[in-house]
């Protein structure tokens, strides 16, 4: 299959979550989490509740996901592309993914900066964040995903699977679990339930989700 046939690929099959045999559910879950809380930052802003300390945990979280996300991608998935792409197109793609990361971690900063010193550009800030943040998500899943499809393959991604849940360990996977499933529809929690083995979807239920659920991040806003 060639490039352009996954990228067409790649926008068919974006609510089940593959693309050629490399199933991105968990990546498409991250997104979607990300795109609800800039909304719900977006809300709150617009709300006069950005000092709402449920706004602030459910905004700190946010934060804590996306960094961690890109640093992975970072250091355990494009490095390894990087090593299989050939052509300059594909090379011009990663370089993209790179300089829109480098772009999002100081706008991230100047909004922290902006609530902690109750600045008036916070919702301008706010409203950047959420149109580059989904321009580069958008990005990554039309272009990049299917280069990972095509390069390194299910056996590639379950690498890169498997280095996350090292880095994150079980007190990392205790809110990541609970974020990502967060006000997911019951199909879409269903299939990311679907890639974690029976321990993992015991603890979520049984500890992860009721001790997430009880910090009432976001609030109103949720």
């Known amino acids: 299959m ?17 693309v050629g045999d490399v199933d991105f559910t968990m990546m498409y879950a991250a997104h979607d989490a990300f795109r609800r809380d800039l909304q719900r930052m977006t809300r709150a802003v617009a709300a006069g509740k950005a000092d709402d300390p449920a706004v602030r945990a459910g905004w700190q979280t946010f934060e804590n996901q996306l960094v961690n996300h890109h640093n992975a ?7 390894q592309l990087r090593d299989r792409v050939r052509e300059p197109g594909e090379a011009a793609v990663l370089d993209q993914m790179e300089a829109e990361h480098a ?26 964040a959420d149109r580059i943040l989904r321009e580069h998500m958008d990005h990554e899943e039309d272009s990049a995903l299917p280069l990972i499809a095509q390069h390194l393959g299910s056996k590639g991604w379950n690498r890169f699977q498997s280095y996350i849940r090292r880095e994150y360990g079980l007190s990392g996977a205790a809110e990541f ?37 009880r910090a009432g991040r976001w609030g109103g806003f949720a």
């Open 2 to 18: 060639d490039t352009n046939d996954m990228h067409a690929q790649a926008r068919r099959n974006r609510s089940s979550g593959a």
């Open 73 to 79: 991608e970072d250091q355990a998935i494009w490095p």
């Open 103 to 128: 772009r999002i971690d100081p706008l991230l900063a100047a909004i922290d900066d902006a609530l902690a010193h109750h600045r008036p550009n916070l919702a301008a800030l706010v409203d950047d």
């Open 177 to 213: 679990l609970p974020w990502i499933l967060d006000g997911l529809p019951s199909i879409e929690r269903a299939a990311v339930l679907r890639q974690l083995p029976a321990p993992a979807r015991l603890l979520y239920r049984r500890v992860f989700e009721p001790r997430y659920a």
